[in-house]
């Protein structure tokens, strides 16, 4: 069904709206998380961070209990598989990583994770680029090789490795989300929610023998609870409300952007400055990115209708 044809212009503007506040937020994630490392560890982070947000979402899960009695063993497992691979190997790796890494690297590392789950869906899901993906693939490796130029100092090129594994969990993530989204057996809340709970948990189990209890200061708190409540809680209703108007080719155009925000804001908060080259390099990531979301989506939509699969309630970028 066409997202726009029940909607009125209203509701668009809306919905865009939505879709630009999701990526605003969305981009603040790393700076907030390179704020809050020399108080407490990244696992500590990205459990209070994700089990609060699951706690938060519990008044639109309540709802859902009866669908939740029918999930099956299968189900459940796939459940749990999506909460270790994005919110514990995904995000809680990728925040270790931003110890070794400036926020804007690590946002335009992100910002791949599309190219990287179109190509595990080549290998495990059979899903052939089209040529349109092609070019928007080709585009963004040469954008990469442009941010990149002047080579790695300190101890980035162990935050790259890091990171990197962090975005095989977030693949994995991708690929076990869309294969659990075809059997129809799970909502779009409860495949967000539920591995929410899953690996903030798990994250909290870990980071506690490893990190010890956290003390935070006030400043602390007050950012772990902008990451729970409004990073994550509010990112994923906004971004929820909005693809349910918006194509999921544009929401994924707004949200491709995010790494622009996260490099004004590193520089704001954080005094990190982007150089000319990496500037431009970004610009044409995203212009690739974008060209393989969008031929990805319309080629979707055209086979089962607008209804989006989040890869994470990141998303995504964070």
Do not use: C
């Amino acid at each position: 069904m066409d997202p726009q044809s029940s909607h009125t212009v209203r509701d668009r503007y809306l919905a865009i709206g939505a879709a630009v506040l999701t990526a605003l937020i969305w981009s603040s994630s790393f700076v907030f998380v390179k704020m809050l490392l020399p108080e407490i560890g990244p696992f500590s982070i990205a459990g209070l961070r994700y089990f609060l947000g699951s706690l938060l979402l519990l008044p639109w899960v309540l709802p859902e209990l009866p669908a939740m009695r029918q999930i099956n063993k299968r189900g459940w497992i796939m459940l749990l598989m999506l909460g270790i691979s994005s919110y514990a190997i995904g995000n809680g790796v990728f925040f270790w990583a931003l110890e070794y890494l400036p926020a804007t690297t690590a946002s335009f590392m992100m910002s791949l994770k599309p190219l990287l789950v179109l190509f595990a869906g080549i290998i495990f899901l059979k899903e052939l680029p089209n040529k349109l993906q092609i070019i928007g693939i080709l585009i963004s490796l040469s954008g990469s090789v442009f941010f990149f130029k002047d080579g790695l100092i300190g101890g980035q090129p162990l935050g790259l490795v890091i990171a990197s594994v962090s975005i095989v969990g977030f693949t994995s993530f991708g690929i076990l989300g869309r294969a659990l989204a075809r059997e129809q057996q799970v909502g779009t809340l409860l495949r967000t929610a539920i591995p929410l709970a899953f690996g903030g948990g798990l994250m909290l189990l870990v980071a506690f023998p490893l990190e010890g209890i956290p003390h935070l200061s006030s400043r602390g708190w007050v950012l772990v609870l902008i990451l729970a409540v409004v990073n994550t809680t509010l990112g994923y209703l906004l971004h929820n409300y909005a693809i349910r108007i918006l194509y999921a080719f544009e929401m994924d155009i707004f949200l491709s952007l995010a790494p622009l925000g996260t490099a004004v804001l590193a520089w704001l908060l954080l005094g990190e400055i982007m150089q000319i080259h990496q500037i431009f390099g970004m610009f044409i990531v995203i212009i690739g990115v974008g060209i393989v979301q969008a031929a990805s989506s319309r080629r979707k939509e055209n086979i089962t209708g607008s209804d989006r699969i989040p890869f994470t309630v990141e998303e995504k970028t964070s």
